[in-house]
């Protein structure tokens, strides 16, 4: 079996990767295991070399609005997509135009190509909590909430979900939208995202840096561990398509906090290393953007699947002082 992953370039992408090849197996359109053969990581930009050192891993780059590049990805049929690639919320907002190509064309690129293969391929897209917000939203939202985004990458985010619930009725491939709350903890430098606070909040006072938050300490919102996004997008494509029905969209299950919990967490945990400081800036584009969001999901039906909850925040700082301040990863 090959595999697909778009946005392989990124955090998750090349997370993601690594956890598949060390799985070696997934369920092909029989759903039996198959060997895993090779896997592609597709995006934009690439690292300058794979996340692991393995014969089956090809970094190939390119335009994911192209449709011939899109086309030449997925040329077996005994093939899985894992659809990540995206132009995130703070993109979005800055860059319509960007942000229909890559997010809602190239989404139907990717589409298209699998259901020119022969069978029903499952794909597993990378949706958002994002596509719920408006003056109607409740305090929590869950799977049967009404979408009305207020950002134009959420707005993207709920046309994939919908197109990918008409193309599995259709039967022309078995897609499955993974709706995933903020990620955290994520490494590196701050990205694009609005969200990318919810990371950075943690990752700089770590890194003995002085960071300073754009939201007040009260905002909420539903979180997620790395390690726990990544095991969701797995078991999405390894469930059993008829315990999804009609609507192939599963928010991933989450911890309600405020960034307040984050902080305390982080002072719970690590307190002793020596942290750099956090001080309190509101930014009035990135509030106005976290205002739309949700402040906390109902992850009953996501939890009926068998999918992972992390247990705490405290354990998600924990394993990321392993993975990325102690480790080597």
Known sequence: MKVVITGGGGFLGQRLAVAILERGTLADVSGAQAEVDELLLFDQALP??????????????????????????????????????????????????????????????????VRARA????????????????????????????QTPQTTYGMTKAVCELMIND?????????????????????????????????????????????V??????????VLGYRAIVDGLIAMHELDGDKLGSDRAVSL???????????????????????????????????????TWPGAADDARALSLGLRKDASLDDIVRYYIEDYVDGAA
């Open 213 to 222: 938050l754009p939201v007040t300490p009260d905002t909420k919102m539903p």
């Open 119 to 146: 069978g029903l391929q499952r794909l597993v897209f990378a949706s958002s909590i994002a596509v719920f917000g408006g003056d109607a939203m409740p305090d929590q939202v869950g799977d049967t909430t009404k």
């Open 253 to 291: 299950p989450a911890l309600n906090v405020s960034v307040r919990d984050m902080m305390d967490a982080l002072r719970r945990v690590a307190g002793s290393r020596g942290l750099g400081s956090i001080g309190i800036e509101p930014d009035p584009f990135i509030e106005a953007i976290v205002r």
């Open 48 to 113: 300058r070399r794979a996340p692991v050192e393995d014969a089956r891993v090809h970094l190939v780059s390119g335009d994911i609005s192209d449709s011939a590049t899109v086309s030449g990805l997925i040329d077996r049929d005994d093939v899985a997509v894992f659809h990540l690639a995206s132009v995130v919320s703070g993109g979005g907002e800055q860059d319509f135009d960007l942000a229909l190509r890559v997010n809602l064309d190239g989404g139907r690129h990717i589409f298209e190509a």
């Open 167 to 211: 193309y599995t009725r259709k039967g022309f491939f078995d897609g499955r939208s993974a709706r995933l709350p903020t990620v955290i903890i994520r490494p590196g430098k701050p990205n694009a995202a609005a969200s990318s606070f919810v990371s950075a909040v943690f990752r700089e006072p770590l890194n003995a840096e002085d960071y």
